[in-house]
């Protein structure tokens, strides 16, 4: 799996935590209309398996980047080599090879959680705050409305 695929897995669980929360919603209602106890197994079952789905996607999406994550710095490393292995690529000037060693070990390895975390979530903190809104929209349209005015007033409050 590459970056499209961690992508896709963690669009699928905002669809499953649009579902999860929907049905959880409707749970909610059952029990603020005094129904708790009429709750289908169905749909107590239905939410069992979405949080079990989420929390199993969730390992595939954190293994599946620190796969990505492993190949990126493995390409890069052999790059540093063969650059540092060319003609002519002894002459560094003051830098010693040891130094040089460290710092792209040390450089690689901090572009780990890059890869791994940092870019799939980027992508998803675009995509999960677009369909949450679709999916609002669809169920309680006011509900969107308001959500669409507010939400981007949010990120401003917290500029100093």
Not at 110 to 129: C, D, I, K, W
């Amino acid at each position: 799996m590459g970056l499209a695929a961690d992508v896709a897995a963690g669009l699928i669980g905002t669809l499953l935590l649009l579902a999860q929360v929907t049905l959880l919603a409707v749970v909610i209602v059952g029990a603020a209309r005094s129904r708790l106890l009429q709750v289908p197994a169905t749909q107590a079952a239905a939410l069992i398996a979405i949080i079990l789905a989420r929390a199993g996607l969730a390992q595939v999406v954190e293994l599946s980047g620190r796969r990505v994550a492993t190949r990126v710095m493995s390409a890069l490393r052999a790059e540093l080599v063969e650059q540092r292995l060319r003609p002519g690529a002894a002459d560094l000037g003051n830098a010693h090879g040891a130094e040089l060693a460290t710092g792209a070990v040390q450089g690689v390895d901090g572009l780990e959680t890059y890869f791994a975390r940092y870019l799939p979530q980027v992508v998803l903190a675009v995509t999960v705050p677009v369909a949450v809104l679709l999916w609002s929209a669809v169920v309680d349209l006011e509900s969107a409305v308001i959500m669409l005015v507010t939400l981007p007033v949010i990120p401003g409050t917290t500029k100093g």
